[in-house]
């Protein structure tokens, strides 16, 4: 998945200089100031507590929470981050359809219909994304009247995707690919040297058969798999911390 709203978290900053100084006193306002540098951001959200609509340190109230809600993703603590995901998404509705980290969250927190609806609202705004697709089906998949027959019929058509091996994941989930063809896509160069871009082929490959498997009840495999992306090729960024907060909550070490 793409990164998101990393302009807004620099606008934050910015506008804690521009801030009026009648809306908080000048020990608070540099109390806040210095909590959002020091990505203290539990602090900043204690600090701007009871803001006024409209306040200037509105956008620094919320680019903390949403930087807590990722936080907080990445500890498992999924609820906490669906929190602070809906108060973010509270003070910038028009930010809803671009936030598929919610949706990941949903996943987890089994609210499947939710999650769900979340994909489609983010497949308006970023129409060429594999793992939307892949999302939405595993969300689909475990609704209440999910199948996976039915989820592989309506799986999001992308075409656009370019990224290895997202091509090949996209026709596996669909059920015109296979395994074999995502780790082929996926599979290094025999030099024995893995590269960073290898090694996150592979986070990605077995991320999201790890994922293919769990919507298919093949828990084993799915265990096989999530290791590989948590463990053997770890990676730093949204998704590959994403596969190590699957292990982690699956049980997988």
Known sequence: MKNLLSLLLLASLA???????????????????????????????ELTDGLEKGSSWERVRAGSLQRRGVERFFAADIDGSIADFDAFLAIYPEEDPHHWQRGLAYYYAEEYEKGKAQFERHQTVNTQDVENAVWHFICTVRTPDGDVEAAQKNLIPIEGDSRVPMAEVHDLFAGRGTVEDVLAAAKPNEDNTLSEVEKNHLCYAHLYLALYFEAMGDDAKMKEHIRKAAVDYKMDHYMGKCAQVHAKLRGVE
């Open 15 to 45: 506008s804690c200089s521009v801030a009026k100084d009648d809306e908080l006193s000048e020990e608070q306002a540099e109390a806040v100031m210095k909590a959002f540098q020091d990505e203290d951001y539990s602090k900043v959200i």
